[in-house]
Nanobody
Protein backbone atom coordinates (compact mmCIF):
# COMPACT_ATOMS: atom_id res chain seq x y z
CA UNK A 1 0.00 0.00 0.00
CA UNK A 2 1.27 3.44 -0.98
CA UNK A 3 0.50 6.53 1.06
CA UNK A 4 0.53 9.98 -0.51
CA UNK A 5 0.49 13.17 1.52
CA UNK A 6 0.14 16.64 0.05
CA UNK A 7 1.40 19.75 1.77
CA UNK A 8 2.04 23.40 1.05
CA UNK A 9 -1.47 24.68 0.51
CA UNK A 10 -2.71 27.88 2.02
CA UNK A 11 -4.16 31.32 1.43
CA UNK A 12 -2.43 33.59 -1.04
CA UNK A 13 -3.28 36.80 -2.86
CA UNK A 14 -3.76 36.86 -6.60
CA UNK A 15 -0.42 37.10 -8.31
CA UNK A 16 1.33 35.23 -5.55
CA UNK A 17 2.96 31.81 -5.48
CA UNK A 18 2.70 28.53 -3.63
CA UNK A 19 4.68 25.33 -3.82
CA UNK A 20 2.87 22.07 -3.19
CA UNK A 21 4.63 18.85 -2.29
CA UNK A 22 3.54 15.24 -2.55
CA UNK A 23 5.36 12.75 -0.37
CA UNK A 24 5.04 9.04 -1.08
CA UNK A 25 5.69 6.34 1.48
CA UNK A 26 4.98 2.69 2.06
CA UNK A 27 5.19 0.21 -0.78
CA UNK A 28 5.93 2.57 -3.61
CA UNK A 29 6.26 1.04 -7.07
CA UNK A 30 9.73 0.83 -8.53
CA UNK A 31 8.66 3.44 -11.07
CA UNK A 32 5.55 5.59 -11.15
CA UNK A 33 4.08 8.62 -12.78
CA UNK A 34 2.75 11.43 -10.61
CA UNK A 35 -0.20 13.64 -11.40
CA UNK A 36 -1.79 16.67 -9.82
CA UNK A 37 -5.53 17.29 -9.91
CA UNK A 38 -7.74 19.90 -8.34
CA UNK A 39 -11.38 20.22 -7.40
CA UNK A 40 -13.22 23.45 -6.73
CA UNK A 41 -16.54 23.53 -4.87
CA UNK A 42 -19.38 22.39 -7.09
CA UNK A 43 -17.05 21.37 -9.90
CA UNK A 44 -15.59 18.16 -11.20
CA UNK A 45 -12.05 17.18 -10.38
CA UNK A 46 -9.78 18.34 -13.17
CA UNK A 47 -6.33 17.49 -14.39
CA UNK A 48 -3.59 20.00 -13.61
CA UNK A 49 -0.20 18.46 -14.42
CA UNK A 50 1.62 15.14 -14.57
CA UNK A 51 5.17 13.87 -14.87
CA UNK A 52 6.79 10.56 -15.77
CA UNK A 53 9.19 8.70 -13.53
CA UNK A 54 12.31 10.05 -15.23
CA UNK A 55 10.81 13.47 -15.73
CA UNK A 56 11.07 13.32 -19.50
CA UNK A 57 7.34 13.45 -20.15
CA UNK A 58 5.34 16.32 -18.68
CA UNK A 59 1.80 17.48 -19.32
CA UNK A 60 -0.03 20.60 -18.19
CA UNK A 61 -3.61 21.66 -18.43
CA UNK A 62 -4.04 24.66 -20.70
CA UNK A 63 -5.37 26.66 -17.78
CA UNK A 64 -2.07 26.44 -15.88
CA UNK A 65 0.47 26.23 -18.69
CA UNK A 66 3.19 28.81 -18.26
CA UNK A 67 2.31 29.41 -14.62
CA UNK A 68 2.75 26.02 -12.95
CA UNK A 69 5.79 23.75 -12.97
CA UNK A 70 5.79 20.10 -11.97
CA UNK A 71 8.96 18.33 -10.83
CA UNK A 72 10.07 15.35 -8.79
CA UNK A 73 12.88 14.02 -6.64
CA UNK A 74 12.79 10.25 -6.83
CA UNK A 75 15.50 9.78 -4.21
CA UNK A 76 13.10 11.36 -1.72
CA UNK A 77 9.91 9.97 -3.26
CA UNK A 78 8.50 13.44 -3.62
CA UNK A 79 6.87 15.46 -6.35
CA UNK A 80 6.25 19.18 -6.37
CA UNK A 81 3.97 21.65 -8.06
CA UNK A 82 5.28 25.20 -8.19
CA UNK A 83 2.37 27.57 -8.75
CA UNK A 84 3.09 31.12 -9.83
CA UNK A 85 0.90 34.02 -10.90
CA UNK A 86 -2.02 32.53 -9.03
CA UNK A 87 -5.53 33.67 -9.85
CA UNK A 88 -8.80 33.15 -7.97
CA UNK A 89 -9.79 30.44 -10.45
CA UNK A 90 -6.94 28.34 -9.04
CA UNK A 91 -8.80 28.05 -5.74
CA UNK A 92 -9.43 24.37 -5.11
CA UNK A 93 -8.38 21.33 -3.17
CA UNK A 94 -5.27 19.98 -4.85
CA UNK A 95 -4.60 16.25 -4.95
CA UNK A 96 -1.58 14.26 -6.01
CA UNK A 97 -1.89 10.80 -7.47
CA UNK A 98 0.44 8.00 -8.52
CA UNK A 99 0.32 5.36 -11.23
CA UNK A 100 2.76 2.51 -11.64
CA UNK A 101 4.47 3.33 -14.90
CA UNK A 102 7.87 4.15 -16.33
CA UNK A 103 7.01 6.17 -19.44
CA UNK A 104 3.22 6.34 -19.64
CA UNK A 105 1.77 9.46 -18.04
CA UNK A 106 -1.96 9.33 -17.31
CA UNK A 107 -4.10 12.45 -17.48
CA UNK A 108 -7.43 11.15 -16.21
CA UNK A 109 -8.58 10.30 -12.70
CA UNK A 110 -9.48 6.71 -13.48
CA UNK A 111 -5.97 5.86 -14.61
CA UNK A 112 -4.34 6.58 -11.26
CA UNK A 113 -3.92 3.96 -8.55
CA UNK A 114 -3.30 5.96 -5.40
CA UNK A 115 -4.42 9.36 -4.14
CA UNK A 116 -3.57 11.73 -1.37
CA UNK A 117 -6.13 13.46 0.82
CA UNK A 118 -5.62 16.86 -0.73
CA UNK A 119 -4.47 20.28 0.36
CA UNK A 120 -6.51 23.47 0.16
CA UNK A 121 -5.34 26.34 -2.01
CA UNK A 122 -7.24 29.59 -1.74
CA UNK A 123 -6.41 32.58 -3.92
CA UNK A 124 -7.97 35.86 -2.90
CA UNK A 125 -8.77 38.64 -5.34
Amino acid sequence: QVQLVESGGGLVQAGGSLRLSCAASGRTPSTYATGWFRQAPGKEREFVAAISWFGGVIYYADSVKGRFTISRDNAKNTASLQMNSLIPEDTAVYYCAAKQSTYFVPRTESEYDCWGQGTQVTVSS
